[in-house]
């Protein structure tokens, strides 16, 4: 039983890898399977929450309750949210989106031969950061995936983006897997998820954020 802590909040949440295209049937993408930002979309929608799902590349079914919108690229992914935003009061970007995209993408399929192939890759747009710089941004939590120096990179990622909350997990932990582990940081300090299934974390997250939100908009 998950207490309805989110009851009648609209809640944007992105989930999944992203993809960048190279060719007609190329691309550049990573190993999130979308299970985290689906898990944290279900337990969103049992705490009463109005949940959007922006999805990118995964064969998960879609989590109850939730309005899904599958987007490929980074760009495809910002546009969708960009779409969404103005009526949510809170954003859970778990997306793990792609920091490059191609620039010399071709349109047909690029034929082998004997010369060196050099892709040009330049920076996609940063949703989370575009979101929480708004004016008027709803209450945005992020994610850092790391492989080393896990606290350190992610306080610093919480700071220049300027968010009340982010999750930090470990990329060889958290990637593709069943269980995850999550650091929480906040104004008040770290919180410790301990490792279990994603649903139960998730529900853990949505708790802690419920709070926060709360506290952030008294009745
Ligand atoms: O999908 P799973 O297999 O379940 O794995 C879950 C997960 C490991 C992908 C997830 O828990 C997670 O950590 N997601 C964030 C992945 C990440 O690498 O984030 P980042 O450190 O690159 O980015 C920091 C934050 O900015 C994230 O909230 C990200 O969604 C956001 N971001 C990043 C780049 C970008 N161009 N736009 C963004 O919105």
Redesign the pocket.
């Known amino acids: 039983f998950q207490p309805r802590v989110l009851e009648g909040r609209k809640v944007l949440i992105?989930?999944?890898?992203t993809f960048e295209r190279i060719d007609a049937v190329r691309g550049i993408t990573n190993?999130?399977?979308?299970?985290?930002?689906f898990a944290i979309a279900r337990a969103a929608w049992e705490a009463g929450a109005e949940v959007t799902l922006v999805a990118g590349e995964t064969a998960l079914p879609t989590p109850p309750g939730s309005r899904r919108i599958d987007v490929k690229s980074?760009q495809d992914m910002l546009s969708a949210v960009n779409a969404e935003i103005d009526t949510q009061d809170i954003f859970i970007?778990?997306?793990?989106?792609?920091?490059y995209y191609v620039l010399n993408q071709s349109e047909q399929k690029i034929k082998k031969d004997a010369h060196i192939l050099t892709l040009e890759l330049a920076p996609?747009?940063?949703?989370?950061?575009s979101v929480a710089c708004r004016p008027r941004p709803p209450f945005c939590v992020?994610?850092?995936?790391?492989s080393e120096n896990l606290i350190e990179y992610a306080q610093a990622?919480r700071k220049r983006?300027q968010l009340p909350l982010l999750?930090a997990?470990l990329?060889q932990s958290?990637?593709?897997?069943e269980d995850?582990e999550l650091i929480l940081l906040d104004d008040a300090g770290e919180h410790k998820l301990p490792r279990a299934p994603?649903l139960d974390v998730a529900r853990q997250l949505v708790t802690h954020l419920a709070r926060l939100y709360d506290a952030d908009h008294p009745a």
């Open positions: 992105t989930a999944g890898a190993t999130s399977s979308g299970k985290m930002g980074a970007s778990v997306a793990a989106v792609a920091d996609n747009p940063d949703i989370l950061a992020g994610f850092a995936a790391e990622k983006k999750a997990n990329v958290a990637m593709g897997a995850n994603k």
